[in-house]
């Protein structure tokens, strides 16, 4: 079935070092993607988004990538911190599905010193 | 800090039994969604209200009921509770028609169906 996918369910990255997590789509009728980012015991926060019409877009030390002919989302945190360890899920809206977000399953980033 | 707030944070139910659960939405946002988080998953779309109105649904049973006040903030039913709807439950409220899509989320109430 369509869903939203993660590549690696656990990423260890040095602090300091840039992190980079994945995802994939497979529906081409989504129109709007977010990356949220889940610590134990908190709500999802929202940390970038990107329209289909774009493939780049960058934050506050955060970069997000989007490759509609792959059907491929990045997330890349640049200088990764430890308070940057957290579950973090990218999730689509299907242009037809108005206000419905589906997300993945998460990817755990654990921030080593 | 989004500014949606949810209560009760933790609720402990026994099968069979009526829950209900409450979001207070960010000031002005007229769009509240309600997704189901079962443990180690991503949130599961529940469904959506808009003024007032149920204008979106997931894949869930009609058991799942919700209300929207016109102050925004609302509520999620759960009749008839199953041990499987043990789960964190979150609310996120975003401005429709405002020129922005982020739907911005609570911290979630805990439920747990002994």
């Known amino acids: 079935g369509e869903s939203v996918g993660l590549h690696l369910p656990t990423l260890s990255v040095q602090e300091g070092d840039n992190s980079i997590i994945n995802c994939a789509y497979s529906?081409?009728?989504?129109?709007?993607f977010i990356w949220y980012k889940q610590e134990s015991g908190k709500g999802p926060q929202f940390i970038i988004d990107?329209?289909?019409?774009?493939d780049k877009r960058q934050g506050q030390r955060v970069t997000v990538l989007l490759n509609k002919t792959v059907k491929h989302l990045s997330l890349q945190i640049a200088a990764t911190q430890p308070g940057d360890s957290a579950v973090y899920f990218c999730?689509?809206?299907?242009?037809?599905?108005?206000?419905?977000?589906?997300f993945g399953a998460g990817t755990q980033v654990v921030v080593t010193p | 800090e989004t500014g949606v707030t949810q209560s009760p944070t933790h609720l402990i139910k026994t099968r069979g039994q009526q829950v209900t659960l409450r979001c207070s939405s960010q000031?002005?946002?007229?769009?509240v969604s309600w997704y189901q988080q079962a443990l180690g998953q991503g949130p599961q779309f529940i469904f959506q209200?808009?003024?007032?109105?149920?204008?979106g649904r997931g894949n869930f049973p009609p058991r799942f009921s919700g209300l929207q006040f016109p102050n925004y903030s609302s509520e999620l039913n759960v009749n008839a509770l199953e041990l499987d709807d043990s789960a964190l439950y979150l609310c996120?409220?975003?401005?429709?028609?405002?020129?922005?899509?982020?739907?911005?989320f609570g911290p979630g109430t805990r439920l747990t169906v002994l």
């Open positions: 996120a409220s975003t401005l429709s028609g405002g020129g922005t899509d982020t739907q911005y």
């Open positions: 529906n081409s009728a989504s129109d709007y």
């Open positions: 990107i329209r289909s019409n774009m």
């Open positions: 999730a689509e809206r299907r242009v037809d599905s108005w206000g419905k977000l589906q």
């Open positions: 000031s002005g946002h007229n769009t």
């Open positions: 209200y808009y003024r007032e109105e149920e204008n």
